[in-house]
Antibody
Framework: QPQLKESGPGLVKPSETLSLTCTVS??????????WGWIRQPPGKGLEWIGS???????YYNPSLRSRVSISGDTSKNQFSLKLSSATAADTAVYYC???????????WGQGTLVTVSS | EIVLTQSPVTLSLSPGERATLSCRAS??????LAWYQQKPGQAPRLLISDASNRATGIPARFSGSQSGTDFTLTISSLEPEDFAVYYC?????????FGGGTKVEIK
């Protein structure tokens, strides 16, 4: 199974763009039928799917975030990224990147990174 | 959007006891349901996919079943390491959605 690791700023100011990168090892983001997803978890709360990147480059987003979210891949670095614009305190959460081998289940997860939106 | 309702919110049991966790879908999701386990400070771990298929390396004491839109995760005999929060997730329809979680705590 691939290993994943999130990276990016731990503090974002309100109204700015939250940007995170997931570095993949032990697998390729170009592997046929694989999805690469982002999931978040506000402190003390449950899991929310943000969106997924298909190996072909097609993206799928949660409608609740679609107007603010963008997920893209960099095959040269074997990374995929999340951008969430117009951040508010409600976006404060642990953000996870995860691997889906093609059956829509997240079989491998990164360790997660806490992003706080505050001035 | 498909809503998954998990119950109970908290389950207080002793090691060795049987745990029965429920996840109800707001509409038919066929068998497209997974269960994850999450321990404090850790990422979720996939336990069960497609309602009843154990993921690689998951002990046999974990099992999943389905009756219509009602799904059950059973832990036959709780081990100390099983005390955690459990989430269900559906993949029948975009967006992918998770249930609110059930915390299995030591009684």
């Amino acid at each position: 199974q691939p290993q994943l690791k999130e990276s990016g700023p731990g503090l974002v100011k309100p109204s700015e763009t939250l940007s995170l990168t997931c570095t993949v090892s032990g697998g390729s983001i170009r592997t046929d039928n694989n999805f690469w997803g982002w999931i978040r978890q506000p402190p003390g709360k449950g899991l929310e799917w943000i969106g997924s990147l298909y190996y072909s480059g097609t993206t799928y987003y949660n409608p609740s975030l679609r107007s603010r979210v963008s997920i893209s891949g960099d095959t040269s670095k074997n990374q995929f990224s999340l951008k969430l614009s117009s951040a508010t305190a409600a976006d404060t959460a642990v953000y996870y990147c995860a691997w889906d081998p093609g059956d829509y289940w997240f079989a491998s997860w990164g360790q997660g990174t806490l992003v706080t939106v505050s001035s | 959007e498909i809503v998954l309702t998990q119950s109970p919110v908290t389950l207080s049991l002793s090691p060795g006891e049987r745990a029965t966790l429920s996840c109800r879908a707001s509409q038919s999701i066929y068998s497209y349901l997974a269960w994850y386990q999450q321990k404090p400070g850790q990422a979720p771990r996939l336990l069960i996919s497609d309602a009843s298929n154990r993921a690689t390396g998951i002990p046999a004491r974990f099992s999943g079943s389905q009756s219509g839109t009602d799904f059950t995760l059973t832990i036959s005999s709780l081990e100390p390491e099983d005390f955690a929060v459990y989430y269900c997730q559906q993949r029948s329809t975009w967006p992918l959605t998770f249930g609110g979680g059930t915390k299995v705590e030591i009684k």
